[in-house]
């Protein structure tokens, strides 16, 4: 699978949305997710043109004339705006003298706002930071997904109306290696190794860089290795100063950064008030699959073995495939949803929470085999349990081809569902 077209992308429309609403909005992700994509779209439907703070000579333009750059005509689009942070108080003096008008700028950065210096504090409150994950499968395919929906308005009919699924194992494992970067979809298989090898390089030396932290390379890139080989697991940061021979403190500013790079990201443990033997370690995720594979020298052919350490490593990285095709689906909700992983002391566990403001649940658990067993739901159940209605739909993915109602509320599904629509017409 290789990508030969610009693919649209779903965070389009709601940027869209949202420039009606909030003056500032900052599209943040990781490198070479499509950011800078996304803002000439936009820029090109507003009839504007972009400011691309990369470019020497743009940013020296733009750090000289701050004042009259921004107060050129709205939206102001900015590509890259960490490399000049003063840019925001120049943002934030325009919005004092003419209010806090919708649609003002539209910004892009590969870290988070947050993690740049205090400077860059300015917009405080007239900033929307919305993330730009990788590509999702239904992008790449060309797929509206609509999974997330479907199971907040009409739990069972999702169920019964879904395909039987033809992908295979292999398909899995080549989808999980791939990931969604869109520069590493562009190239062969065996040109992605050393794609990732420079996304990474870059990441951590250039942007780490631009945030102070260049001393620090070294142990990123060692605590990003050994986050890779926990990707889908619980985060043990003891465990990890241990192994590197580092403080916890240090671990944890290293931890930091790498999520302000958006090369990991860390899933809270959620229900902390259900009861008093949840777990409350998070998990960590590494944000790409197809990264995840690389920084741990997985390829296709290693994981479509069924030996022990095959299944284990393809369970993980598909844990965290799956997760991920989640995350970009929550993301593009037009309501807020509050995301967490579930783990009771006593081993009861599901991979991924998904709450609404109404407090309702949605519950996912990934196996990486073909059959759900009895014994695979025992989070669901004992979480059903807990929570009563207020659970909408717990479901297990698998590698199988179809989909079924376990038990109340309880249901199975084709991990491929993910991606694709519900198509099949129960009335006949």
């Known amino acids: 699978m290789i990508l030969e077209s610009l693919v649209p ?44 703070l990369d470019d020497v000579a743009v940013r020296e333009a733009v750090a000289g004339n701050l004042s009259s750059i921004v107060s050129g005509p709205a939206p102001l689009c ?50 929307h930071a919305l993330t730009i994950w990788p590509l999702s499968q239904g992008e790449i395919a060309g797929v509206r997904e609509d999974l997330l929906e479907s199971l907040w308005v009409d739990p069972e009919g999702t169920v019964l109306r879904t395909a039987t699924s033809t992908t295979t194992r292999t398909d899995y494992v080549d989808r999980v290696c791939a ?24 990441s951590v030396e250039r942007d780490a860089l631009e945030l102070g932290r260049i001393r620090e390379r070294q142990a990123m890139s060692d605590l990003l290795a050994l986050l890779a080989a926990q990707t889908g697991q619980l985060l043990n940061v003891s465990a990890a100063a241990d192994k590197l021979g580092v403080s916890r403190p240090t671990i944890e500013t290293h931890l930091r950064l790498l999520e302000d790079l958006f090369l ?50 393809f369970g993980h990285l598909l844990e965290t495939f799956v997760v991920g095709e989640l995350r970009k689906q929550a993301s593009w909700l037009q309501e807020p949803v509050t995301l967490g992983h579930w783990r009771t002391s006593d081993g009861a566990e599901v991979d991924l929470i998904i709450e609404n403001d109404d407090g309702n649940v949605l519950a996912f658990e990934v196996k990486a085999s073909e059959r759900a067993t009895a014994s695979d739901f025992r989070g669901l159940t004992q979480l059903r ?15 199988g081809m179809r989909s079924y109602t376990y038990d109340q509320r309880l249901h199975v599904m084709p991990i491929d569902r993910l991606w694709t629509s519900a198509t099949v017409d129960i009335t006949q």
Not at 16 to 29: K, R
Not at 282 to 309: F, M, Q
């Open 179 to 202: 990931g969604g970067l869109p520069l590493a979809l562009r190239r062969p298989r065996a040109a992605r190794a050393r794609w990732f090898d420079d996304f990474v390089r870059a």
């Open 78 to 127: 900015v590509d890259e705006y960490q490399r000049v942070p003063d840019l925001l108080d120049a943002l934030k003096a325009r919005l004092n003298r003419e209010g806090s008008r919708p649609g003002t700028a539209v910004i892009t950065g590969s870290t988070r706002q947050d993690a740049l210096p205090a400077s860059a504090q300015a917009l405080t409150g007239r900033l």
């Open 385 to 399: 349990d807990t929570l009563g209605p207020r659970l909408a739909a717990g479901v297990i993915f698998t590698t």
């Open 9 to 52: 992308r779903r965070v389009s429309e709601l940027l869209t949305d949202l420039v009606q609403v909030e003056p500032v909005i900052a599209l943040h992700g990781p490198r070479s997710v499509g950011k800078s994509t996304v803002l000439s779209g936009f820029a090109t439907q507003a009839g504007g043109s972009v400011l691309d």
């Open 264 to 313: 990991v990201v860390r899933l809270s443990a959620w229900g902390k008030t259900l009861r008093s033997r949840v777990n409350v370690k998070p998990k960590v995720h590494v944000v790409d699959s197809g990264l995840a594979a690389r920084l741990l020298r997985l390829i296709p052919d290693k994981l479509t073995g069924l030996n022990p350490a095959a299944l284990s490593d």
